[in-house]
């Protein structure tokens, strides 16, 4: 059996100048083929608010939510790293807050929490929860939990000084602990320049080709959500036609009497 991935083995990764990648999964089996196709870290996205669950945003689940689908998948994984994306309102509170539920996260099969931010606070929590024991994953540039204070959908990190602000948190979250960094839709070359002065692995989402690593949604990658589609997201398969196609074909043979047929049924 293979070995587990690690934050150790994420290091090793950025030291050897050699990529990794990571694809969010929900669900057990989801996560299983992800692992067999040699996926190295699985993230249990907080995108599953709107791909799964039917919310508008990210912001509307919450952490008996999250635990749910974090133990699934879980339950589906040996060998990846398991990462679960802490929601919204789920460690903002206070850092004892921050504990409890991403404390609750690794019971339930997690091996690490992925947190938003890079302020006063978010650092003060990235340093706590390494410190009893827990992994975090930072995020920076476009934070979706902060959807409404940046104004929409904007890229982060556009000049010199927006970059240089980026790194300056990057570091900080880094030095309380953090073992890799998520730069979501940012420039490619101010992920360059972050990732080339920072010491942990930084992930790209929607941050072009420089950065250690690349995350994408698993349902933009299969071609099962169809509502909206990132410009930075590749579709290599067109899940909601099987779907549509199978389901249709079941209703065609219920209704004509084609199905069961003989070799379905016990006698």
């Known amino acids: 059996m293979a070995k587990s991935v690690t934050v150790n083995t994420l290091k ?3 030291q050897q100048n050699e990529k990794f990648s990571v694809l969010t999964a929900y669900d057990c089996y989801t996560a299983k083929y992800i692992e067999q196709a ?3 870290v699985v993230l249990i996205g ?13 912001n509307e689940i919450g952490v008996d939510e999250m635990a749910v689908f974090t133990g699934a998948v879980s339950r589906g994984v040996s ?6 994306d802490m929601p919204f309102l789920s460690y903002h509170s206070s850092v004892d807050e921050a504990v409890k539920n991403c404390g609750r996260m690794i019971k339930c099969g997690a091996n690490a929490v992925k ?10 929590v990235v340093e ?3 410190q009893v024991g827990i992994p975090v994953m930072s995020h920076l540039g476009f934070t979706p939990q902060f959807l409404n204070v940046l ?3 904007r890229i982060q990190g556009k000049t010199q000084e927006a970059a240089e602000k980026i790194l300056e948190q990057a570091k900080r979250l880094q030095d309380a602990g953090a073992f890799s960094l998520v730069l979501e839709m940012v420039p490619e070359d101010c992920a360059k320049y972050i990732t080339e002065n920072l010491e942990i692995p930084t992930i790209s989402c929607g941050a072009g080709r420089y950065c250690d690593a690349q995350v994408l949604v698993s349902d933009d990658v299969f071609g099962k959500f169809p509502e909206f589609k990132p410009k930075f997201a590749r579709k290599y398969g067109d899940m909601q036609s099987l779907i549509f196609e199978c389901a249709k074909k079941f209703n065609e043979d219920v209704k004509s009497g084609n199905f069961p047929s003989d ?3 016990f006698h």
């Open 12 to 14: 090793k990764y950025k």
């Open 38 to 40: 040699g996926v190295d």
């Open 46 to 58: 907080d995108s599953l608010a709107m791909v799964a669950l039917g919310y508008k945003t990210t």
């Open 79 to 84: 060998r990846a790293m398991v990462v679960t």
């Open 115 to 124: 947190i938003e931010g890079g302020g006063d606070y978010i650092v003060s």
């Open 128 to 130: 706590r929860l390494t």
């Open 151 to 153: 104004g929409g959908y």
């Open 263 to 265: 070799d379905e049924i």
